[in-house]
């Protein structure tokens, strides 16, 4: 494992997060804390999506996003007392391939005429390859933009919120998937510089987990297809890590169904809740159950360690996530030493 210094340095000069987990493991919600995270420590970032479901818009309360950057919050002041901007974009793959036509075909009233009469739809949807180059091309360009371009915000870190761990190699290895429908041609050329940046020691792609055994194996799964793509992976978030109230002891005894009854009832009485046999063994049993959980928890808590990336944990918010609870988990991330 390495060290929190290791860990600081190596994503200083990171300039496109990539964030993508099994379903259910709350990667968009990460995906906005890290962009948080970034953005108090005085950067420009800029969150994205591709999954077409508005979940920054829901996440961030604000209204369902255009096909343009748009100001959703600003960072929390660090110690410096800078605080960056988030701003967010939903890429859909039909704007961004009326965009392309414009720029390269200069096909202005032209391509929208083709949108009504359902071309754009028809060509990236029997073209899944050509879909993403034009999802990542959108990216691609974010993250090249420089202070020369007046017209366009220039951002410090770009965060991607991309398609889940069982598609996320097959998203972002573009010329793979573009091999029997492109080997010439702008498209191709547009695939080969995304995957020349893809590649690049400016990104890495990160991967949320829950302490469950599936998502924990699909964790291990997509570490292997990323590596074996030659694509850089980042760390490992655990997520929903539930509080650690019970020391060893407490949770061996809960385990065998030992809890010091008569300290319970006591605890109880003191607070004013009226005790009976029946709520007592109901708690015992809640306990055992509890005990056991955290057990499977440590198992597979251990087998992300084993996985050698550093690893990150965010908690499970009693009241849920809302937008004060995406700067509460952005600030346990910039102190666990990623978004600083």
């Not at 995906?31 to 508005?54: D, K, N, T």
């Not at 359902?118 to 360009?141: H, Q, S």
């Not at 793509?229 to 949770?251: E, H, M």
Request: aromatic fraction near 4%; proline fraction near 4%.
């Amino acid at each position: 494992m390495e060290s929190d210094e290791a860990r600081r340095a190596g994503w200083s000069g990171i300039r496109l997060h990539i964030v993508t987990g099994k379903g259910g493991t709350g990667k968009s919600t990460v995906a906005a804390a890290l962009a948080l995270a970034l953005a108090s420590s005085g950067r420009h970032v800029l969150l994205c999506e591709v999954e077409g479901r508005q979940g920054i818009a829901r996440m961030f309360d604000v209204d369902p996003l255009p096909y343009a950057e748009t100001r959703i919050a600003r960072g929390l002041a660090d110690q410096a007392g800078g605080a960056g901007t988030v701003h967010a974009l939903h890429i859909d793959a039909e704007s961004a391939l009326l965009e392309y036509l414009s720029m390269y075909y200069k096909l202005g009233r032209a391509g929208r005429a083709l949108d009504r009469f359902g071309v754009v739809e028809f060509a990236t949807t029997i073209a899944p390859g050509v879909r993403d180059v034009l999802l990542t091309g959108k990216v691609y360009e974010a993250v090249q933009r420089n202070s020369r371009n007046r017209a366009a915000v220039t951002y410090d870190a770009v965060v991607l919120d991309a398609p889940p761990t069982g598609r996320i190699t097959q998203f972002l290895n573009v010329n793979s998937e573009l091999a029997g429908l492109a080997k010439v041609g702008p498209i191709k050329g547009q695939a080969d510089t995304v995957m020349t940046l893809f590649r690049s020691p400016r990104t890495v792609v990160h991967l949320v987990t829950l302490l469950e055994e599936m998502p924990v194996q699909e964790t291990a799964d997509g570490i292997t297809e990323l590596r074996a793509a030659d694509l850089p992976v980042g760390s490992v978030i655990v997520n929903l890590v539930r509080p650690r109230d019970l020391d060893a002891d407490a949770l061996d005894a809960a385990c065998r169904g030992e809890l010091d009854r008569g300290a319970i009832a006591a605890d109880l009485t003191s607070a004013g809740v009226e005790v009976n046999d029946e709520l007592l063994e109901e708690l015992v049993e809640q306990g055992r159950e509890h005990a056991e959980r955290r057990g499977l928890e440590e198992e597979q808590h251990e087998l992300v360690r084993r996985l050698g990336r550093p690893t990150y944990q965010l908690p499970l918010l009693a009241g849920g996530v809302d937008l004060g609870g995406l700067y509460e988990l952005a600030e346990t991330l910039k102190e666990q030493g990623l978004g600083r």
